[in-house]
C-alpha cells in the first residue's frame, strides 16, 4: 500500500511540474535571472540574518504599497545581514506575492516579493521565504480532502494530511515557483514537525493497518497501542519531508530547504531528511532557558543551524501592543547561541501591508555589531566534552502525548540547575553517545522511564570502563536498580515531599522512592515524606573502575518552577562526587553559563551572564554585569598566553600542578577566554 501511495505522489509530482513549467515559460520575462548578480553565502556560511514575517490574511488591504527599494536598502545599510527571511505564505495559507499556483490574498499591489528579490540580489544578500506548509487553513478550507481528519472523525481546520494531494498539488508546485520564477535562495518551512497531527483519514488508517497490522485504531492515550500509532505518524511525516523535498531539489537542486523546529528538541533524533539547514525560533518569553537547551542539542547534529530569536514578547504593554525587547536583552539571547558554534537570527513584525517597521532596525544594528564582533572566534566551534545530558530519543517518544511535542521541564530543570553551577553541559541523544561515551567523564540520564535495552548495557560498560553515571529520579534509577546495590521499597509515590540538604529543606514535586541500601552504598542527602517519614534522597555506589549514582527524588521539575538553593547545591555537591575536577572551574556567580568550545584548535571559554529576571520579565532595558571571576584552568601544558575577547585583553594567569588561575574581572554580556 505504502508503494502504491508514493508511486502516486511520485507521479502527481511529475504532473505539478509541467504545470509549473507551462506557467513558468508563460511569464519568461518574470523569471529572475540569478547569474546577473554576485554570489551571494550559503545559508550553511551565514551567520547572521534578520526574519520577517506577517501571515497574510485575506481582509490585509494594500500589501505592496509601502515594500520600495529604499525600506530594503535601510535595512541592508544598518545591520549588513548575510540573509534576509521574509513572509511569503503563513499559517492562514495566503501568499503575500502574486502566487500562479498558491493563494494570493486579494490585496496585492504589483509584486512585492520581487522587490525583495530584486534589492538582495543586487547587494549579495540572499533571501529566504517564510513558508507553512502543513499547517495550511486556506488549503483545507478549499480542499477538504487535503486535510488531515481528526480522531473524532471532523475534518481538521487548520492541519492538512501528510498522506494527503497538498504536496503535490500545492506545496512542491508553489516552491519551486519560488525557486524558479523568483529565484529565491531558499525557505523556511513553517508549520511542520510541531503542526503534524495524527490522521484519521481514510488513506491514513488503510496504510497504519497494512504497516502494523494493528486492526483497533487507538483513538486516545490509554487506548491500546497508541504508542505505535504515534510511531507510525512520526514516520510518516519523516517520509514527507523526505519526499518534497528531494521533488523540489529534483528541479532546483541548489534551493535551500529547513524545516523549522525538525530534528531539533522538538524533534530529538537524528537526522533522516536532505535538509540544507536546521533552525528553530525559541520561546520569545524565557526565552534565555529556551535557547540554552534548543542550541546545546543542535550542536551535535552535525548540521549547519542558527536559532531565531523574537524580538518581542508575547506579553502585552499597557498601550495593549507586543513589547520590543531592547538591544541588551537581545544581544544576550544571541550570545547563548552563538557561544555555542550556531547563527543566529532575530524575528521583527512586518506590518500588514508587508512592509516593515524601519524604526526597529536600529535595534537589530546593535545586535548585529555585538554578533559580528564574535563571529569569526564561535562560529562552527565544537563542544568539549564534560558533562553529557541524556534528552533520549527513546524515552522522550514514550513520555509525550503528541507526535512531536516538547514537554522537557525535566530536562531543562536539570539543565538550568548544572549551568547555574558553572558546569559546561551538552544535551546529547543516545546516537551522539554511540561509539564515544568515555569521551565524557559524567553522563546523567535526567527522570527518562524508559530506555532501550542495549543503550542501558552500554551505559552500564561505560561506567565499568571508568565512566561517571548519574541518574536522576526514581524512574531512571529503576532501570538500574541492581547495579545501584539499592532494593527499591514499594513503588514511587508523588506526596508532599521535602528535599533536606546541608542543615535546609525545599518543597519537590514530582515522584520519590524508598530504597534499602546494600552492602557498599553511600547514602546522601535525606527526603521527608509526608509528616514524619525520612529516606534517602541519593545513593553512590562503586561499579567496576567508575562510579554509578542516583537520587530516588524527581527534581527537574521542581527547579523549573522554582529555583532554589537546597536543589542546586544537592545536585552541584553530587556531580562534583562522581567529577570533582572538570576542565574549568569558574567562581563568582552563578549567573554566569560556562560552555567550553574549540574552534581553529584553539580552547575557548564562553562566559555569559544571565543575570537579572529574564524568566519572568519581557522586556529588560539593562543587564547588570557579574564579576569578577576565579577561573581554573586544567591542562597538562602552560598556556602560551591567555586573552579576554572579543577585546583582545591579555589576561595575568599563575600556572602551577596543571593549572591556570586567573581573574575575569567583569562579564557585561558575553566574554571569552582563549586560551593559546
Given at each position: 500500500?505504502?508503494?502504491?501511495?508514493?508511486?502516486?505522489?511520485?507521479?502527481?509530482?511529475?504532473?505539478?511540474?509541467?504545470?509549473?513549467?507551462?506557467?513558468?515559460?508563460?511569464?519568461?520575462?518574470?523569471?529572475?535571472?540569478?547569474?546577473?548578480?554576485?554570489?551571494?553565502?550559503?545559508?550553511?556560511?551565514?551567520?547572521?540574518?534578520?526574519?520577517?514575517?506577517?501571515?497574510?490574511?485575506?481582509?490585509?488591504?494594500?500589501?505592496?504599497?509601502?515594500?520600495?527599494?529604499?525600506?530594503?536598502?535601510?535595512?541592508?545599510?544598518?545591520?549588513?545581514?548575510?540573509?534576509?527571511?521574509?513572509?511569503?505564505?503563513?499559517?492562514?495559507?495566503?501568499?503575500?506575492?502574486?502566487?500562479?499556483?498558491?493563494?494570493?490574498?486579494?490585496?496585492?499591489?504589483?509584486?512585492?516579493?520581487?522587490?525583495?528579490?530584486?534589492?538582495?540580489?543586487?547587494?549579495?544578500?540572499?533571501?529566504?521565504?517564510?513558508?507553512?506548509?502543513?499547517?495550511?487553513?486556506?488549503?483545507?478550507?478549499?480542499?477538504?480532502?487535503?486535510?488531515?481528519?481528526?480522531?473524532?472523525?471532523?475534518?481538521?481546520?487548520?492541519?492538512?494530511?501528510?498522506?494527503?494531494?497538498?504536496?503535490?498539488?500545492?506545496?512542491?508546485?508553489?516552491?519551486?515557483?519560488?525557486?524558479?520564477?523568483?529565484?529565491?535562495?531558499?525557505?523556511?518551512?513553517?508549520?511542520?514537525?510541531?503542526?503534524?497531527?495524527?490522521?484519521?483519514?481514510?488513506?491514513?488508517?488503510?496504510?497504519?493497518?497494512?504497516?502494523?497490522?494493528?486492526?483497533?485504531?487507538?483513538?486516545?492515550?490509554?487506548?491500546?497501542?497508541?504508542?505505535?500509532?504515534?510511531?507510525?505518524?512520526?514516520?510518516?511525516?519523516?517520509?514527507?519531508?523526505?519526499?518534497?523535498?528531494?521533488?523540489?531539489?529534483?528541479?532546483?537542486?541548489?534551493?535551500?530547504?529547513?524545516?523549522?523546529?525538525?530534528?531539533?528538541?522538538?524533534?530529538?533524533?537524528?537526522?533522516?531528511?536532505?535538509?540544507?539547514?536546521?533552525?528553530?525560533?525559541?520561546?520569545?518569553?524565557?526565552?534565555?532557558?529556551?535557547?540554552?537547551?534548543?542550541?546545546?542539542?543542535?550542536?551535535?547534529?552535525?548540521?549547519?543551524?542558527?536559532?531565531?530569536?523574537?524580538?518581542?514578547?508575547?506579553?502585552?504593554?499597557?498601550?495593549?501592543?507586543?513589547?520590543?525587547?531592547?538591544?541588551?536583552?537581545?544581544?544576550?539571547?544571541?550570545?547563548?547561541?552563538v557561544s555555542l558554534g550556531g547563527g543566529?537570527?532575530?524575528?521583527?513584525?512586518?506590518?500588514?501591508?508587508?512592509?516593515?517597521?524601519?524604526?526597529?532596525?536600529?535595534?537589530?544594528?546593535?545586535?548585529?555589531?555585538?554578533?559580528?564582533?564574535?563571529?569569526?572566534?564561535?562560529?562552527?566551534?565544537?563542544?568539549?566534552?564534560?558533562?553529557?545530558?541524556?534528552?533520549?530519543?527513546?524515552?522522550?517518544?514514550?513520555?509525550?502525548?503528541?507526535?512531536?511535542?516538547?514537554?522537557?521541564?525535566?530536562?531543562?530543570?536539570?539543565?538550568?540547575?548544572?549551568?547555574?553551577?558553572?558546569?559546561?553541559?551538552?544535551?546529547?541523544?543516545?546516537?551522539?553517545?554511540?561509539?564515544?561515551?568515555?569521551?565524557?567523564?559524567?553522563?546523567?540520564?535526567?527522570?527518562?522511564?524508559?530506555?532501550?535495552?542495549?543503550?542501558?548495557?552500554?551505559?552500564?560498560?561505560?561506567?565499568?570502563?571508568?565512566?561517571?553515571?548519574?541518574?536522576?529520579?526514581?524512574?531512571?534509577?529503576?532501570?538500574?536498580?541492581?547495579?545501584?546495590?539499592?532494593?527499591?521499597?514499594?513503588?514511587p509515590v508523588d506526596k508532599p515531599q521535602?528535599?533536606?540538604?546541608?542543615?535546609?529543606?525545599?518543597?519537590?514535586?514530582?515522584?520519590?522512592?524508598?530504597?534499602?541500601?546494600?552492602?557498599?552504598?553511600?547514602?546522601?542527602?535525606?527526603?521527608?515524606?509526608?509528616?514524619?517519614?525520612?529516606?534517602?534522597?541519593?545513593?553512590?555506589?562503586?561499579?567496576?573502575?567508575g562510579r554509578i549514582a542516583a537520587t530516588?527524588?524527581?527534581?527537574?521539575?521542581?527547579?523549573?518552577?522554582?529555583?532554589?538553593?537546597?536543589?542546586?547545591?544537592?545536585?552541584?555537591?553530587?556531580?562534583?562526587?562522581?567529577?570533582?575536577?572538570?576542565?574549568?572551574?569558574?567562581?563568582?556567580?552563578?549567573?554566569?553559563?560556562?560552555?567550553?568550545?574549540?574552534?581553529?584548535?584553539?580552547?575557548?571559554?564562553?562566559?555569559?551572564?544571565?543575570?537579572?529576571?529574564?524568566?519572568?520579565?519581557?522586556?529588560?532595558?539593562?543587564?547588570?554585569?557579574?564579576?569578577?571571576?576565579?577561573?581554573?584552568?586544567?591542562?597538562?601544558?602552560?598556556?602560551?598566553?591567555?586573552?579576554?575577547?572579543?577585546?583582545?585583553?591579555?589576561?595575568?594567569?599563575?600556572?602551577?600542578?596543571?593549572?591556570?588561575?586567573?581573574?575575569?574581572?567583569?562579564?557585561?554580556?558575553?566574554?571569552?577566554?582563549?586560551?593559546?
Amino acid at each position: 500500500m505504502r508503494n502504491k501511495i508514493i508511486c502516486s505522489l511520485i507521479l502527481a509530482g511529475v504532473l505539478s511540474f509541467a504545470l509549473l513549467t507551462f506557467v513558468v515559460q508563460s511569464v519568461g520575462a518574470e523569471k529572475f535571472d540569478n547569474s546577473k548578480y554576485p554570489a551571494r553565502l550559503k545559508r550553511a556560511d551565514s551567520f547572521l540574518g534578520i526574519h520577517f514575517d506577517f501571515h497574510a490574511r485575506p481582509t490585509d488591504k494594500d500589501i505592496g504599497t509601502n515594500t520600495t527599494s529604499a525600506m530594503i536598502e535601510n535595512i541592508i545599510n544598518l545591520v549588513h545581514p548575510d540573509y534576509l527571511q521574509i513572509d511569503c505564505k503563513g499559517h492562514p495559507g495566503f501568499s503575500s506575492y502574486p502566487t500562479r499556483v498558491g493563494n494570493p490574498v486579494p490585496g496585492i499591489v504589483g509584486d512585492p516579493l520581487r522587490i525583495w528579490r530584486q534589492i538582495t540580489a543586487e547587494r549579495g544578500v540572499a533571501l529566504y521565504m517564510h513558508y507553512s506548509g502543513v499547517w495550511d487553513s486556506a488549503a483545507v478550507s478549499n480542499h477538504t480532502d487535503w486535510a488531515a481528519i481528526n480522531a473524532d472523525g471532523k475534518t481538521n481546520g487548520r492541519i492538512t494530511s501528510v498522506f494527503g494531494p497538498y504536496v503535490n498539488q500545492l506545496l512542491i508546485p508553489q516552491l519551486r515557483e519560488l525557486a524558479g520564477a523568483y529565484g529565491v535562495d531558499g525557505a523556511w518551512i513553517d508549520g511542520e514537525c510541531w503542526a503534524t497531527v495524527p490522521d484519521y483519514g481514510e488513506t491514513a488508517l488503510k496504510a497504519f493497518r497494512d504497516a502494523t497490522g494493528i486492526q483497533d485504531v487507538p483513538r486516545k492515550l490509554t487506548d491500546p497501542h497508541w504508542f505505535e500509532f504515534l510511531q507510525f505518524h512520526r514516520e510518516a511525516f519523516r517520509k514527507y519531508l523526505r519526499y518534497y523535498i528531494m521533488e523540489v531539489k529534483k528541479t532546483n537542486s541548489g534551493f535551500q530547504l529547513c524545516s523549522n523546529w525538525a530534528y531539533t528538541d522538538h524533534m530529538a533524533e537524528h537526522v533522516s531528511a536532505p535538509l540544507d539547514f536546521l533552525s528553530g525560533d525559541y520561546s520569545p518569553d524565557n526565552s534565555v532557558n529556551s535557547a540554552r537547551l534548543s542550541a546545546r542539542y543542535l550542536v551535535h547534529q552535525g548540521m549547519p543551524w542558527d536559532l531565531m530569536a523574537w524580538s518581542f514578547s508575547r506579553k502585552k504593554g499597557k498601550d495593549g501592543d507586543t513589547m520590543q525587547k531592547s538591544a541588551p536583552q537581545l544581544q544576550r539571547e544571541a550570545a547563548v547561541v552563538v557561544s555555542l558554534g550556531g547563527g543566529f537570527q532575530a524575528y521583527f513584525k512586518q506590518k500588514r501591508d508587508g512592509s516593515i517597521h524601519d524604526e526597529q532596525m536600529p535595534v537589530m544594528a546593535e545586535v548585529a555589531k555585538f554578533c559580528r564582533a564574535r563571529q569569526k572566534l564561535c562560529h562552527h566551534s565544537k563542544p568539549v566534552p564534560q558533562v553529557a545530558l541524556l534528552l533520549s530519543t527513546a524515552g522522550h517518544y514514550r513520555e509525550i502525548n503528541g507526535l512531536f511535542s516538547r514537554n522537557l521541564g525535566r530536562i531543562s530543570g536539570i539543565l538550568q540547575a548544572l549551568l547555574e553551577s558553572q558546569y559546561s553541559v551538552e544535551v546529547i541523544g543516545e546516537y551522539h553517545l554511540a561509539g564515544r561515551m568515555s569521551d565524557y567523564p559524567l553522563i546523567i540520564v535526567p527522570e527518562w522511564g524508559y530506555l532501550e535495552p542495549v543503550f542501558r548495557n552500554d551505559l552500564v560498560t561505560y561506567v565499568k570502563n571508568g565512566g561517571n553515571l548519574l541518574l536522576i529520579g526514581p524512574k531512571s534509577a529503576a532501570l538500574f536498580q541492581t547495579e545501584l546495590g539499592v532494593t527499591l521499597d514499594g513503588e514511587p509515590v508523588d506526596k508532599p515531599q521535602k528535599l533536606c540538604y546541608n542543615g535546609t529543606t525545599i518543597a519537590t514535586k514530582g515522584f520519590s522512592q524508598n530504597i534499602k541500601p546494600g552492602s557498599g552504598v553511600e547514602v546522601f542527602g535525606s527526603l521527608q515524606v509526608g509528616t514524619n517519614v525520612v529516606q534517602s534522597a541519593a545513593s553512590i555506589i562503586a561499579l567496576g573502575k567508575g562510579r554509578i549514582a542516583a537520587t530516588y527524588v524527581d527534581i527537574g521539575q521542581s527547579y523549573v518552577s522554582a529555583r532554589n538553593t537546597v536543589t542546586r547545591e544537592f545536585l552541584n555537591d553530587l556531580v562534583r562526587r562522581l567529577f570533582p575536577k572538570p576542565m574549568v572551574e569558574v567562581t563568582g556567580s552563578m549567573d554566569v553559563d560556562v560552555a567550553l568550545m574549540r574552534n581553529h584548535g584553539r580552547l575557548l571559554v564562553n562566559l555569559v551572564n544571565t543575570s537579572g529576571p529574564h524568566r519572568t520579565e519581557p522586556v529588560q532595558e539593562m543587564i547588570q554585569p557579574v564579576g569578577p571571576l576565579a577561573v581554573t584552568i586544567r591542562q597538562t601544558t602552560k598556556p602560551v598566553k591567555i586573552t579576554l575577547e572579543p577585546d583582545g585583553q591579555s589576561l595575568t594567569f599563575e600556572y602551577r600542578d596543571g593549572e591556570a588561575k586567573l581573574i575575569v574581572p567583569q562579564v557585561d554580556i558575553h566574554r571569552v577566554i582563549v586560551v593559546d
